[in-house]
């Protein structure tokens, strides 16, 4: 049985993963961090990360970047393992993350959901055969009408890793609408939509002479996201200092 905290836990992805959690007989919450206890839960709640002495196998944040410090120097000072998952972390926020990774193990990822890592695994097999091919490259990516962002931080991580592949000899392009001339062939175009309540689509179009191949992942719920977030919870449990990600969740 893995036991987990679960910082967050009163908000959205708080909520859905305590509710999945409490269906597992694999993993269960012990206690919870949020700044505001409304008396909810079937486990703890500390309103100060720091007051929290109880032992567990690993974290699973879904908070605010604010928060993430303290969580970071909580987790070094327990060397609990971490499933990070706020983002919008901010350069030096990062650095730390990867000094607290030297102490204690972190897994971090743009997408916590199975399946995006699972086509991101297999973006790289097909870039690497369908681009020296000749095939053009283009990302759509639609979200609901009040995401912040675009493109989307996981149409980015797509378009990484493909450019990866190809040892970065690909640029991105985000608009055609200010220039007027033909599609490069070292490039890779994101696209993105915005509207109603979608949760998260992503479409990666590999074109062609006279064929098309696109590789889809729709998103219904963001409990995708909690499923993937739990799942690497449990491969993180045990696990020595280190930097990691859901690639090495998936094999």
Known sequence: MTKVIMNGCNGKM???ISSLIAADEEIEIVAGIDAYDKGQNAYPVFTDIQQCEIAADALIDFSTAAAVDKLLDYCVEKKLPCVLCTTGLSDAQLAKVEE???KT???KSANMSLGINMLLKMLKEAVSVLAPAGFDIEIVEKHHNQKLDAPSGTALALA???KEELDDGYGYVYDR???REKRSTKEIGISAVRGGTIVGDHDVIFAGADEVITFSHR???K???GKGAIQAAKFLAG???GMYDMSDVIG
């Open 177 to 179: 609408s200010t220039k």
């Open 239 to 241: 696990k020595p200092a």
């Open 100 to 102: 607290a990774a030297a």
């Open 160 to 162: 990484d890793s493909m």
């Open 14 to 16: 708080g909520q859905t």
């Open 223 to 225: 409990a995708v996201f």
């Open 219 to 221: 998103a219904y719920s």
């Open 105 to 107: 193990a972190i897994l």
